[in-house]
């Protein structure tokens, strides 16, 4: 799950080349690393509200109740992103990257510390959306500062990082609420302390300068030559200047004949047949991206675990840190791999594997429910008659009730004394029956089901996570920074990035209600079809992009792309 703006692939010589640059100039180092804390921010979002979500539902009943809510509160952010993200493009051509960066530390900050003192579900929510906010304008801005203050034969290097930086913040997240399990307030320390990244970035680029290529096109070129002066070689810096003027006049060229307003561009982007079909595949990628079911894993991932037997809310953490861990190993592998085989490959492969591992995930946990332990009308009753689930009591054929029925009548399953896969209790889901319930010994499941086979639902999430990162999770921002000719290349990138923020935004807004609609098997087997579906697309509209200069990439999208299935080569007559 790589979000953000479109970046440029680096090969092996350039991460080489950016060791031994970085090396002898840290001060380049240090530009790129303070801005691509912006990816942390939101790798760590996405990681602290996975965990959190488990302690916001014991706290708030009423969010543990309703699944709408619980959605809310994880999707509200993607909203925000999607206004980020927007506003984030306006404000870093007007008051520069680095305020802009400033400004979406600062909205990151608040949000953290409003939904840590939340006294509210609707306050969290309220968080979330200001979280978004700056997660949104700071993932489209700090790869902008940074491709903007690198020298051109490391930048893609180090753009890169942003992508590691988000899979980096992931894993902390986890690490983080596997920490705050049993501190008082829990959840409200995990979401708390999402806000220190921002926190750090902020006092990093204040001691940092703006953008040289912004600052030239505000006329400010002295300036812009003494931040060059600081990141090329003497030698270099005539270069680089005389490099930023013919850019910026050749972008004002472009303005003055498409227009400067974001509607004029986006017109102008859908009328050119080369750049429809560039966006054709380049929107193509972005929603398959999110539509293979990525964010259901990072964003619920501990409610999946529980999903499949495992009751404890710190070892359904512990397993998540696993996965998530899988995910920032899938992008280095992405790295060093991406220019060798090619985009269009690795997207190809890449869902093979997760079409297998879904359609494999719904199997198993169809399974797990089908074998799910029965209801014992005497353990039920071992509680009380007032504590017995009240559909179960009034059911007349209670024999054939068992614990997913009793999950799907919203009440919980307190297991046997003496082995949970044995018939069990079926009880109102309170906090004193829950207590009741622990107090004996017993397991207290209100999300899934006690489970011998529950681990293979484990691996094969781990085994998903592995077949996406290195090819659905970084590809399609690949191939988004070489699908478009230059002319068209910030509005094409920004076209896409929203439809991957959109298709984000339904997938994580809608996942629980599908566990609850079609349960968790079907769920999964609805990704399973999507992602074939996807796999089609991705086959018959996405060029192969490694190796060609955008120029020869422009090319081929006005003669028309055909897959090799049609011919022997990937130009030919056609349209896509």
């Known amino acids: 799950m790589v979000e953000g703006g479109v970046v440029k692939a680096a090969d092996k010589t350039e991460f080489t080349e950016c060791w031994k640059v970085t090396w002898k100039t ?6 790129a690393f303070s801005a691509g804390i912006g990816g942390l921010l939101f790798g760590y979002d996405t990681g602290v509200i996975s965990g959190a979500l488990l302690y916001i539902k014991e706290d708030f009943e009423a ?3 309703n699944t709408f809510l619980q959605e809310l509160i994880v999707s509200t952010c993607v909203l925000g992103a999607i206004f980020g993200a927007a506003i984030g493009g306006f404000c870093s051509d007007s008051l520069g990257r680095r305020k802009t960066i400033l400004v979406a530390d600062f909205l990151f900050f608040v949000g953290a510390i409003v939904m840590a003192v939340a006294p509210h579900p609707w306050i969290i929510i309220v968080g979330r959306f200001l979280v978004g906010l700056g997660v949104g304008m700071a993932s489209m801005t700090a790869p902008l500062y940074i491709s903007e203050a690198s020298p051109a034969r490391i930048r893609g290097a180090l753009v890169s990082m942003n992508g590691l930086m988000i899979t980096g913040g992931q894993f902390l997240a986890y690490l983080i609420n596997l920490a705050f399990t049993r501190a008082p307030g829990t959840w409200r320390w995990m979401l708390g302390v999402a806000g220190t990244p921002a926190l750090i970035q902020f006092v990093l680029m204040l001691s940092l300068p703006e ?3 912004w600052l030239y096109r505000a006329n400010r070129v002295e300036e812009a030559r003494t931040i060059l002066a600081r990141i090329y070689h003497p030698d270099e810096v005539e270069i680089e200047i005389n490099a930023l003027k013919e850019s910026v006049q050749n972008e004002k060229e472009i303005e003055d004949s498409i227009g400067t307003t974001t509607l004029s561009k986006v017109k102008g982007a859908f009328k050119d047949p080369v750049v429809r079909r560039g966006l054709y595949a380049g929107i193509t990628v972005q929603v398959a991206q999110q539509f293979v079911g990525i964010n259901t894993v990072m964003y619920y991932s501990p409610t999946i675990v529980q999903f499949a037997g495992f009751a404890s809310k710190s070892v359904a953490l512990a397993l998540s840190l696993v996965t998530s861990g899988l995910n920032a190993l899938g992008s280095i592998i992405s790295m060093l791999f991406v220019d060798r085989y090619g985009r269009r490959k690795l997207m190809i492969i890449s869902m093979f594997g997760i ?14 429910s089908i074998h799910s332990p029965g209801i014992s009308q005497v353990e039920s009753a071992h509680f009380g008659a007032n504590s017995t689930c009240p559909s179960y009591f009034s059911n ?3 024999n054939k009730w068992d614990c997913m029925s009793c999950l799907k009548a919203q009440c919980s399953f307190c297991s046997n004394a003496e082995n949970q896969y044995h018939p069990g209790a079926c009880l109102v ?5 829950k207590g009741s319930c622990l107090a004996q010994k017993r397991v207290w499941f209100e999300e899934g089901c006690p ?3 529950g681990f293979f639902a484990v691996i094969l999430l781990g085994l998903y996570i ?6 659905m999770g970084t590809a399609p921002w690949i191939v988004n920074s070489e699908i478009y000719p230059l002319r068209y290349r910030g509005v094409g990138g920004g076209i896409a990035a929203v439809a991957n923020w959109t298709s984000n935004l339904i997938v994580s807004l809608t996942f629980l209600t599908l566990t609850e609609t079609l349960t968790v098997a079907g769920a999964f087997l609805l990704f399973a079809g999507i992602s074939f579906l996807a796999l089609i697309a991705i086959f018959f509209l996405v060029p192969e992009t490694k190796g060609l200069q955008f120029e020869e990439v422009e090319k081929m999208l006005k003669s028309g792309f055909r897959p090799k299935l049609f011919g022997r080569n990937t130009k030919g007559a056609g349209s896509v």
């Open 429 to 433: 889901s309170n906090r004193d029956l």
């Open 451 to 453: 489970s011998k086979i």
């Open 63 to 65: 969010v543990g109740r």
């Open 466 to 471: 592995v077949s996406y990162s290195p090819g």
């Open 355 to 368: 079409i297998t591992c879904l359609v494999v995930l719904a199997i198993v946990f169809q399974q797990a």
């Open 26 to 31: 840290p001060y380049i180092m240090r530009l």
């Open 211 to 213: 953008s040289p290529r």
């Open 396 to 398: 007349v054929n209670k």
